[in-house]
Nanobody, 125 residues
């Protein structure tokens, strides 16, 4: 049974930092695309950062230089270190996995089969 469980959300002032974590189980993480997505109120879900199957990291332009994705335990635990946070970073953040071996790893949320429950990040003065 595939499970993705996020933790670490919360409230922070602009310029602050937060670290999110995601515990993955029930599938072979080295064969999967793994990513962090977010969805702000009234907006579509968007990709933030991802690992390809080979471990190549890609960031959305909006978070480059501010966010860092990392993994441990053979990518069974994902982290997202978020720095220099802005009010526009406010969203529910999701960990996601694309376990199909077909197709490239992208930021298209429709290609990800499994999702965590989400964790809320609020950035406000």
């Amino acid at each position: 049974q595939v499970q993705l469980v996020e933790s670490g959300g919360g409230s922070v002032q602009p310029g602050g930092s937060l670290k999110l974590s995601c515990a993955a189980s029930g599938f072979t993480t080295s064969d999967a695309c793994l990513g962090w997505f977010r969805q702000a109120p009234g907006k579509e879900r968007e990709g933030v950062a991802r690992f390809s199957r080979s471990g190549v990291i890609t960031y959305a332009e909006s978070v480059k230089g501010r966010f860092t994705i990392s993994a441990e335990d053979a990518k069974n635990t994902l982290h997202l270190d978020m720095g220099s946070l802005r009010p526009e970073d406010t969203a529910i953040y999701y960990c996601a996995a694309k376990t199909s071996v077909y197709g490239e790893c992208t930021f298209d949320p429709r290609s990800y089969s499994y999702w965590g429950q989400g964790t809320l990040v609020t950035v406000s003065p």
